[in-house]
C-alpha cells in the first residue's frame, strides 16, 4: 500500500512539473551522455595536428573546423584568396560565416577568456535553448505532451549531438531555425525577417529557406479556401521569402566585395571536395551524381542514390511524418532540396543532414515503451558510432565530420 501511494504521489509531481523543467532535466542527462562519450575517447586521442595526447575536454572540442572558426574570431577572413601550386583556390576561412565566431570574439573581448572555454560554452548555451525552443514548436505544431517530450529526448540523445558542445556553429544555427520555423508556423512572416539574416549568417542556410518560404506560399494559395490566405498574409509572406533568397546569396558578395572575385566563396566551398574529384565548377545538382559513381563502381552508386532519395521524400507522406504538419515537411524537402543541387556527399553528410532535425517528431510517434528505450538506446550508440569515424583521430583520418 505504502509503495502505490509513493508511486501514486511521484506521478501526480511529475504531472505537475512545468514542461520546461523536464525539457532541461531531459537535456541535462543527454549532456551528460555526450559529456562522457567525449572525455572517454580524449582519454584515448593521440597526439594530432590539433591536440596533444590525452586532452581536456576544452581542448578536444576544437578539432577540425573548430579550428578555422577559431581563426575567423582572430583574424577575420582574408582580402586575397589563398591559392595551390597549380593556381587554384585552397581550403580557407571564406568557407565559415561569421555570426558565432564573432559572438565568441566579443565575449572573449569582454572577459579575457580564451576561445577554446567561450565556443563550448557558447554551443552549450544554444543547445539547451535549442532544446526549449525545440518542446515549444512541437507543441505548437500539435503533437501531445509526452511525444513531444519525447522528441526532445530523440534531439537532445541523436547520434551528431555531441556537436551541440564543441567549437561548431551547429547549435546556435539550430536554435535560430527552430525559432524562425515557429514564427513561420504562427504566420509571423515579418518577424521571420531579423532571424533569417542572422540564420543566414551563421551556416549556408538562406536560399534552403527561400525555397520553403516559395513552397509554403503556393501551399496557402492553393487551400486558401478552407484556410483564409489574406492579403497583408500574402504581402509579407512574399517579402520573406524575398529576403530569404537575397540573405541566401549575401556571404558569396561580402566574399566577392572584400576579395574582388565574384566566385570566392562558391570556390572555397568547391576546395573541399576537390581531394575527391579534383577541382570543377559548380553545376546545381550534379555532385551526388558524381558521388555515386565516386563512392562505388559501375551503375550500384547510381541505384542507391536513387533508392535513398525515394526513401527519403516518401517517408514524408507516412501517416508519423504527416503529423508534424505541412510546414515542417516543406522545410525538411527544402533543405534535401538544396543538398541535393550543392553538397558532395562524403563523411560531412552526416553533420550537414541536421538541420532536418524536426523528422525526430515524426520519429517520436509510437508510444510503445520498448520501441522508445530502444531508439534511444541505438542514439547513444550512434553517437559513439559517429565519435569514433567523424570526431575522434586514429592516424591518418579521411573522415572529416
Known amino acids: 500500500m505504502a509503495d502505490r501511494r509513493l508511486t501514486t504521489a511521484a506521478r501526480v509531481r511529475y504531472r505537475l512539473t512545468p514542461a520546461w523543467v523536464k525539457v532541461v532535466v531531459i537535456w541535462a542527462l543527454s549532456r551528460v551522455v555526450s559529456t562522457s562519450l567525449l572525455l572517454w575517447f580524449a582519454a584515448r586521442q593521440p597526439a594530432n595536428a590539433w591536440t596533444d595526447a590525452h586532452p581536456d575536454y576544452f581542448s578536444f572540442a576544437q578539432l577540425w573546423d573548430a579550428t578555422w572558426y577559431h581563426y575567423v574570431a582572430v583574424a577575420g577572413y582574408p582580402t586575397e584568396l589563398p591559392l595551390t601550386d597549380d593556381g587554384q583556390v585552397r581550403e580557407n576561412s571564406w568557407a565559415f560565416m561569421p555570426v558565432y565566431p564573432f559572438l565568441v570574439r566579443a565575449l572573449m573581448l569582454l572577459t579575457g577568456l580564451p576561445w577554446s572555454f567561450w565556443s563550448v560554452v557558447v554551443s552549450v548555451a544554444f543547445s539547451l535553448a535549442a532544446a526549449l525552443a525545440f518542446h515549444r514548436l512541437m507543441r505548437i505544431v500539435g503533437l501531445q505532451a509526452g511525444t513531444a517530450l519525447f522528441s526532445v529526448a530523440l534531439f537532445c540523445f541523436a547520434p551528431l549531438s555531441p556537436l551541440l558542445q564543441v567549437g561548431y556553429a551547429e547549435a546556435m544555427h ?24 542572422v540564420m543566414a549568417l ?4 538562406g536560399l534552403a529557406f527561400a525555397l520553403f518560404l516559395g513552397l509554403h506560399v503556393m501551399h496557402r494559395w492553393w487551400i486558401r479556401y478552407r484556410d483564409p490566405f489574406p492579403a497583408h498574409e500574402r504581402i509579407a509572406s512574399v517579402v520573406a521569402t524575398a529576403f530569404s533568397a537575397v540573405m541566401g546569396f549575401m556571404w558569396l558578395i ?23 574529384i579534383g577541382y570543377s565548377e559548380l553545376v546545381p545538382f550534379t555532385p551526388w551524381i558524381q558521388s555515386a559513381g565516386w563512392w562505388m563502381t559501375g551503375p550500384m552508386g547510381f541505384i542507391v542514390l536513387g533508392l535513398v532519395v525515394v526513401a527519403f521524400f516518401a517517408f514524408l507522406f507516412t501517416p508519423w511524418a504527416k503529423r508534424i504538419g505541412v510546414d515542417l515537411r516543406l522545410w525538411v524537402a527544402s533543405y534535401g532540396i538544396y543538398l541535393l543541387a550543392v553538397f558532395f556527399p562524403q563523411s560531412s553528410t552526416f553533420r550537414l ?20 528505450v530502444a531508439i534511444l538506446i541505438v542514439f547513444i550508440i550512434g553517437q559513439w558510432v559517429w565519435l569514433y569515424y567523424c570526431w575522434w583521430i586514429d592516424g591518418r583520418d579521411w573522415t572529416p565530420p
Not at 202 to 205: A, C, F, I, Y
Open 174 to 197: 539550430l536554435f535560430l531555425l527552430i525559432v524562425a520555423l515557429t514564427l513561420l508556423v504562427q504566420r509571423r512572416y515579418l518577424a521571420l525577417l531579423p532571424i533569417v539574416a
Open 202 to 205: 551563421t551556416r549556408p542556410s
Open 254 to 276: 561580402i566574399a566577392w566585395s572584400v576579395t574582388g572575385s565574384f566566385t570566392a566563396y562558391t570556390d572555397t566551398e568547391l576546395a573541399w571536395r576537390a581531394p575527391y
Open 353 to 372: 543532414l541536421m538541420p532536418m532535425f524536426p523528422l525526430v517528431g515524426a520519429l517520436a510517434q509510437p508510444r510503445s515503451r520498448v520501441y522508445r
